[in-house]
């Protein structure tokens, strides 16, 4: 009796220890019963400041010069986001601003995010925002294929095609709201291909060209 008692022992030990070395190394029990990718591109934005004095009603031209240096230390790119934190509402130094960020091509957002610490008097804040995709976790090779696992999408299911939309797309952002639409539309245009579908001939209105097959060599 003793004898059988042990065995059993030493069995159950033995089952725990697999158990969990399945749990730790492979989690087979883990579904994803859907269609969709575990692992999807995340999206962060990082607003990077700086601080101009101001004078009158604008930005002096020594300023504008820190401006511009630090701009070319940016490397301004499309999908950046330039916008002015002018609390104290002085008139010309968006204008000044603007005229700086004309000559790299870009154009001011509305409104301004919310940076640390006040601006103070006499000063004007220019916030450069930039957005980054990336997908964590990819490859994701957490989930192996085991017999007797439960069916479902693989865990690395979409890491290539979602890691190549996150480094190919121009504008970040536009992962998360995407582009507006034209407010107005011309009819003339919406319904140009329809007319010229409508108005072709047929192809065989001119008849059915005769082809022979003598005369080869």
Known sequence: MARFINTAALL????????CGMNSRTSPLHSNRSIYSENQPVVQRTDYV???????????????????EW???????????????NPYGNAGVR???????????????????????????????????????????CPNWRQAHLPGAPTSTAAEFGCATNSNLA???AD????????????????????????QYREAKPTGANGIEKVTTTGGN
């Open 172 to 195: 970040p952002n536009d992962l998360v709201l995407g582009q507006e639409g034209a407010s107005s539309g011309d009819p003339a245009t919406a319904v140009k291909a329809i007319k």
């Open 95 to 137: 204008d000044d601003v603007a005229r700086v960020a004309a000559e790299y091509g870009m154009l001011l957002s509305d409104g301004a995010p919310i940076t640390a610490g006040a601006v103070q008097p006499g000063l004007v804040r220019v916030v450069v925002s930039r957005t980054t995709a990336s997908v964590p976790g």
């Open 167 to 169: 480094a190919m797309i």
């Open 50 to 68: 700086v601080d101009l004095a101001t004078s009158g009603n604008g930005i002096p031209h020594a300023e504008l010069g820190r401006l511009t």
């Open 12 to 19: 159950m030990a033995g089952l725990a220890v697999t158990g």
């Open 71 to 85: 701009f070319d230390t940016m490397g301004l790119r499309y999908g950046d986001r330039i916008s002015v934190d």
